[in-house]
């Protein structure tokens, strides 16, 4: 009963936040709004004890995104182009995929059912297995690391060619701006 | 009942700062608003640990306060100099 009311609060919370965001004229409230709509999203997976994907929501929404939105800023400026506040065409598209996923959502087994599919395929043998088969304790951890680990190691070296190409490409600008300057 | 009664104060005080947040007026408002917000994150993250019965959610609230700082460092500073580097 707690936790529902906490979930709830939590969202009604992240829905003024986003609304906010939106609605807001000056492009660093929203970036600091969109702070705030990490740090409470961060604890409603907290509250769904996804404790990793809390981790990662915090770190890279709460403190990578903000930085490099506020990067953004210093090329484009703080303030947001006068504009009407809901663009209809955009807030068709919107809604429309909002229903259809929604709808989606209909055929999804109950939240927390031990008989859903993804709990019946792979899972039982981690669970059981996972100790003995990759001497690991933590079995997200097996999984990630191990059982997957070829997919966690490429998904590391594409991480690695992004960050590489995005320095080479800032430096160059960095270099370029020097050179104007002189 | 004393974790729950803490959790309601947190979130409250969670409510109010979104308010700030939203209303401003300056940007001085909305960045106290946002590092005060991450504080009750890192409490509120402690205080659910509690209540589920897994103090080790402590480790995932000392990382919240670390992330926290550099947000708030890196707007402090596109706020005063108008540049980052």
Do not use: C
């Not at chain 1, 989606?104 to 019946?120: C, E, I, K, V």
């Not at chain 2, 005080?13 to 401003?24: D, E, T, V």
């Amino acid at each position: 009963m707690t936790t529902l009311l906490i979930d709830v609060f939590l969202l009604l919370l992240l829905v003024i936040t986003a609304i906010g965001a939106v609605a807001v004229r000056s492009l660093l409230a929203a970036t600091l709004l969109l702070a705030i709509y990490s740090l409470l999203m961060a604890l409603v997976w907290v509250s769904l004890q996804a404790v990793d994907v809390a981790f990662t929501e915090a770190a890279v929404g709460g403190g990578i995104s903000t930085v490099l939105l506020i990067a953004t800023l210093v090329f484009i400026g703080r303030r947001e182009a006068p504009a009407p506040l809901i663009h209809w065409p955009s807030a068709a598209a919107v809604v429309i995929t909002g229903a259809v996923l929604i709808y989606g959502t209909l055929d999804m087994p109950r939240f927390g059912d031990p008989q859903a599919p993804p709990h019946q395929h792979v899972a039982p043998h981690y669970i059981a297995h996972a100790m003995e088969e990759t001497r690991v304790p933590n079995f997200v951890t097996a999984v990630l690391a191990s059982y997957r680990g070829y997919d966690t190691l490429f998904e590391t070296a594409v991480i690695y060619t992004a960050g590489l190409g995005l320095i080479l490409l800032l430096r160059g600008a960095r270099a370029r701006r020097r050179e104007r300057r002189r | 009942m004393m974790f729950t009664a803490a959790g309601a104060a947190v979130l409250i005080a969670i409510l109010l700062f979104l308010m700030r947040a939203l209303l401003g007026p300056t940007a001085f408002d909305r960045i106290l608003a946002v590092n005060a917000i991450g504080t009750k994150t890192v409490v509120f993250v402690a205080l659910l640990g509690f209540m589920a019965g897994r103090p080790d959610f402590l480790d995932i609230a000392l990382l919240y306060a670390l992330i926290n700082f550099i947000a708030t460092l890196a707007v402090l500073k596109f706020v005063e100099y108008r540049h980052l580097d």
